[in-house]
C-alpha cells in the first residue's frame, strides 16, 4: 500500500475523485479504509482533513508531485469503516458523488459544538478550604471568598453555577486552580433528547402466532444464518411486540439493533412503550433534532452507552459495534426513500447492511410494498402473517359511497348522506370520529370562469392555492406569495375563484353543519410549529373535539379508542395521480385509514366517498383485501413492465436554458442508444417532467426500464461520464432507481 486515495470534505462533482496522498513512514500500518487524515490541499498547502477511501500501488503523474499525509486525527473506529463501505454501495447502487454518499451516511458535520459538562472540583479538604478563605477575606478578594466557602460545603459545583449565580470570574478561578485549591473538569454531556418520565413496562405473554415469528428468526440466529423476515400484519396485530422481544434476545446476546419508524409515526405514546421495556439503553432520533443532538446520539451509540436507535431513515446509519437487527416498520412508506441525493432507498441499504453485519432484517406493515410481498412470495423474505387483533375488537363496517348517485339525488354536499347520518349519531352519542382528505392547503388551484386561465407561480410550472381563506396565493414549491388575484390576468373578467376542496373549506362547511361539533383540523397549515402535530393529538385522545379533519398525517399510527366513524371525504384524490404508485399508494391510505375506526370496545364504521367505486384499489380496500389486490396490481406492473415487475431509472435534468436542456436530454439518450445490450432497455423520453419548471429551472426526464439493475447502473455510468466529458457545468443531472415519485 503505497499510496491513499482521500477524499475532502468539499461537497463539489470536481473533488469527486480522491486525491492521492503518500502514506509517510511512520503511518505506514496505521491508516485503514476510512481513516480520518490531516492532509496539506491546495497550492497555499493548507491543512484540511479527508477520509482515506481506497488504496493504490499505482499513480500515473510524477512521484514526486504527490504530497504526504501529514497526520492521522484520531483512532479510526470500525463503525466507520463499515459506513464507507456502505457509501461506496450507496455511490454504486443509486449514483452520486463519494463525497456526497459519505456525508449520508457519517455524521461528518458537527455544525454545533459538543456540549460540554464543566465543573469545579475542591483538591483540599474543608479546614484548608475555611484557611483559604480567611486569607482571602483579609486581602479583601470577596469572590475568592465565595467560591471556597460553597466548596466548603459540597466540594463539586457546576462551573456554570460557580461563574453565574457566585459571580466568579473565570480568572479567579483559574488562579485558585493555580494555587493548587481546585481544579476545572470537563466531561462530555450527551443530550438525551428525550426525558422519560418513568412507568412500568405492561408485560405481556407473546400469543401463538407472535411466539412462532420469534422462535423462527431466534432459530436462524443459532444456525448461523439470521434471515430476511416481513410480517404482514393489520394494525393492532402485535407487530411491535414482537419487534421488542427480538430486539431484547440480541440485547442479551451483547448486540445492538436498529428500529426505524417513518418520522409521523414516532409519536411520544409509541416511544414510550420502548422507554417503558428497555430504559435507557433506548436513543432516538428525528429530524427536529439539531446536528450537535444528532452527532451525541451517535456518540452515545458508538460508545456502547445506548444499544437502540428509534428514528427515521437517518438513523440506519448509527455506529453500532455488533449491530444484530435492523426492524423496519411500515416498510412501505415512501419516506424510506430518499428525495435528496443520493436517492437511496433504507429497506435496500438496509438489507446490504444487515448482510454485511451478519444481522437479521425484519420488515413490518399491515399493507407491504409491492416489492417486499414480490420478494416474500418468492422466498427471498420468510413471511408471516399476524391476522387478528389482540385487542379484541373487529374490524370496522365499510360503506363504499358512490359520488356520481350523491348528486345525481341532489346532494351538492360534501358529505354524502351516509355519512351526515353516521356522523349525527355519533355526535348524538358523544362518540368520536375522523375525517380524511387526501390533499393539502385551503383549496386547490385558482381559475377565472370565464375563460380558464389558472393563476400558475411565475417560477415554477404549477398553480398556485389559495391560504388564508383565500387572501394569499402561495406556490407549494418554492414558497413564492403574492396576494389573491382579483382580476383574470388574461381576459379581465371578475370571475375568478378557487376550487374549493381543502381542508379549511371542509371544516367551514362542519360548522355550518354541524355548529355545535369541536372541530379540530390537522395539516401542514396548523402544524407548522414544533408541539402542534402533538397537542393537537392529545386534544383529540383527550376528547376535547368531536372531529378530528386532516390530510394523511391523520391516518398514520395513532390510537383513538373513542373513535367509531372515519369517513374519507374523496377516495380518488389520490388515484388521479399520473404515477405508476397511485394505486398501491391510493389502497394503503385507504386501508390504513378504515383500520383508525373501532379501535376501542365499540364497533367502527367506515365510509369512503369516490367517484370510481369500481377502481380495484378502492374496492380491494373497502373488502380489506390485500392479497386481491397485490394480485391485481403485480399483474398491471409486469404487463407495462413497472418496479418491482422490472427495475426502472429516472434520468433527471434541470437547467436554466429550456433548449439546452433539451438537447443535453437528446444528446445523453444518443449517446444510450449507442451502447451495447444484451436486452435493449425501454426507454421513454427525453420529455417535459411532470414539474417542468421549477424555480426557474426547467425539468426534463428520461426513463429507462430493464429487468436487470446492472445495466441501468450501466448507463448511469456511461451518463455520468458524458457529464464529466462534456464539462456540462449548468445543467444538472440526477439519477432516480425506482422512483417514489414522479419528477
Ligand atoms: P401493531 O404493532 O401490529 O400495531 P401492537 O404490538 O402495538 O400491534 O399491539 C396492539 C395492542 O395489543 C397493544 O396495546 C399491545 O400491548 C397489545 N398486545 C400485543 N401483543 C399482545 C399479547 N400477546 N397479549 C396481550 N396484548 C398484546
Ligand atoms: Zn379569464
Ligand atoms: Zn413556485
Not at 60 to 88: M, N, Q, T
Not at 691 to 711: A, G, M, W
Amino acid at each position: 500500500m503505497s499510496y491513499a486515495e482521500v477524499i475532502v470534505d468539499i461537497s463539489h462533482e470536481n473533488v469527486d475523485r480522491p486525491f492521492t496522498y503518500g502514506i509517510p513512514q511512520h503511518l505506514q500500518g496505521q491508516i485503514a479504509l476510512g481513516s480520518k487524515v490531516e492532509i496539506p490541499f491546495g497550492k497555499s498547502n493548507r491543512m484540511i482533513t479527508g477520509y482515506v477511501v481506497g488504496f493504490t500501488e499505482h499513480i500515473d503523474f510524477d512521484e514526486s508531485r504527490v504530497k504526504d499525509i501529514s497526520a492521522l486525527c484520531e483512532k479510526s473506529v470500525s463503525p466507520e469503516e463499515k459506513l464507507i463501505g456502505i457509501a461506496s454501495f450507496i455511490k454504486e447502487k443509486y449514483g452520486s458523488t463519494m463525497i456526497t454518499a459519505l456525508k449520508t451516511v457519517l455524521p461528518v458535520k458537527k455544525a454545533t459544538k459538543a456540549q460540554e459538562k464543566k465543573s469545579v472540583i475542591a483538591l483540599k479538604d474543608e479546614s484548608e478550604l475555611y484557611k483559604a478563605s480567611l486569607i482571602a477575606k483579609s486581602k479583601n478578594q470577596r469572590a475568592k471568598v465565595r467560591l471556597l466557602q460553597a466548596l466548603c460545603e459540597s466540594p463539586r459545583i457546576d462551573y456554570s453555577l460557580v461563574t453565574g449565580k457566585l459571580n466568579v470570574s473565570a480568572q479567579t478561578v483559574l488562579s485558585l486552580q493555580k494555587q493548587g485549591i481546585l481544579q476545572i473538569e470537563t466531561e462530555r454531556s450527551y443530550r438525551n433528547p428525550i426525558s422519560f418520565r418513568g412507568g412500568e413496562a405492561t408485560k405481556v405473554s407473546l400469543s401463538k402466532a407472535q411466539q412462532e415469528i420469534v422462535d423462527a428468526v431466534e432459530k436462524d440466529y443459532e444456525a448461523g444464518n439470521p434471515g430476511k423476515y416481513l410480517i404482514h400484519g393489520i394494525t393492532g396485530s402485535g407487530k411491535t411486540e414482537v419487534y421488542m422481544e427480538l430486539i431484547a434476545k440480541r440485547i442479551e446476546q451483547g448486540q445492538q439493533a436498529i428500529f426505524l419508524i417513518p418520522e409521523i409515526s414516532l409519536t411520544y405514546q409509541n416511544v414510550v412503550r420502548f422507554y417503558r421495556r428497555f430504559g435507557d439503553k433506548v436513543s432516538i432520533m428525528h429530524s427536529r433534532l439539531s446536528a450537535g443532538e444528532r452527532f451525541d446520539q451517535f456518540e452515545r451509540a458508538r460508545k456502547g452507552e445506548v444499544s437502540i436507535m428509534i428514528g427515521p431513515r437517518s438513523a440506519l446509519f448509527t455506529p453500532f459495534s455488533n449491530l444484530g437487527i435492523i426492524i423496519i416498520d411500515e416498510e412501505h412508506e415512501g419516506t424510506y426513500k430518499s428525495e435528496t441525493m443520493p436517492k437511496y432507498h433504507a429497506r435496500e441499504v438496509a438489507e446490504e447492511m444487515a448482510g454485511r453485519a451478519g444481522a437479521a432484517l425484519v420488515l413490518g406493515s399491515a399493507t407491504p410494498s409491492l416489492e417486499s410481498y414480490q420478494k416474500a412470495k418468492s422466498g427471498e423474505y420468510v413471511l408471516f402473517t399476524l391476522k387478528e387483533r389482540l385487542t379484541g375488537c373487529t374490524l370496522a363496517n365499510v360503506n363504499l359511497v358512490d359520488l356520481r348517485e350523491e348528486l345525481k339525488a341532489g346532494n351538492k354536499s360534501i358529505f354524502s348522506r351516509r355519512l351526515k347520518e353516521l356522523m349525527e349519531d355519533r355526535l348524538e352519542k358523544g362518540e368520536q370520529m375522523m375525517l380524511f382528505l387526501n390533499r393539502r392547503g385551503y383549496s386547490g388551484f385558482v381559475s377565472c370562469r370565464d375563460c380558464g386561465e389558472v393563476i400558475k407561480c411565475p417560477h415554477c410550472d404549477v398553480s398556485l392555492s389559495e391560504h388564508n381563506r383565500g387572501e394569499k396565493l402561495v406556490c407549494h414549491y418554492c414558497g413564492y406569495e403574492q396576494p389573491a388575484v382579483k382580476k383574470c390576468p388574461s381576459c379581465g373578467s371578475n370571475k375568478v375563484a378557487g376550487f374549493k376542496a381543502g381542508t379549511q373549506q371542509i371544516e367551514e362547511a362542519l360548522h355550518k353543519q354541524f355548529p355545535m361539533a369541536v372541530v379540530l383540523r390537522m395539516d401542514a397549515d396548523t402544524t407548522k410549529h414544533k408541539d402542534d402535530y402533538e397537542s393537537i393529538l392529545s386534544k383529540f385522545a383527550n376528547r376535547e373535539a368531536d372531529i378530528l379533519l386532516g390530510t394523511q398525517m391523520i391516518v398514520k399510527g395513532h390510537d383513538f379508542p373513542g373513535v367509531t366513524l372515519m369517513g374519507i371525504l374523496a377516495a380518488d384524490l389520490s388515484l388521479s395521480n399520473n404515477d405508476f404508485r397511485a394505486a398501491e399508494r391510493t389502497f394503503q391510505l385507504l386501508t390504513q385509514a378504515a383500520g383508525r375506526a373501532g379501535r376501542g370496545e365499540l364497533p367502527g364504521e367506515v365510509v369512503i366517498q369516490t367517484y370510481q367505486p369500481e377502481h380495484y384499489a378502492i374496492v380491494r380496500a373497502s373488502g380489506q383485501d390485500y392479497e386481491g389486490f397485490y394480485e391485481e396490481e403485480l399483474a398491471y406492473r409486469e404487463f407495462l413492465l413497472y418496479p418491482p415487475a422490472a427495475n426502472m431509472m429516472a434520468v433527471q435534468l434541470s437547467g436554466p436554458d429550456k433548449k439546452a436542456l433539451e438537447r443535453l436530454g437528446q444528446r445523453l439518450a444518443t449517446e444510450v442508444k449507442a451502447m451495447e445490450f444484451d436486452s435493449i432497455p425501454a426507454q421513454i423520453g427525453p420529455a417535459k417532467a411532470n414539474l417542468s419548471k421549477k424555480s426557474d429551472l426547467y425539468r426534463q426526464v428520461i426513463y429507462y426500464k430493464h429487468k436487470d439493475y446492472e445495466e441501468l447502473v450501466r448507463i448511469k455510468d456511461r451518463m455520468e461520464e458524458c457529464v464529466r466529458l462534456w464539462e456540462i457545468k449548468r445543467e444538472s443531472v440526477q439519477f432516480d432507481f425506482n422512483p417514489m415519485n414522479t419528477f
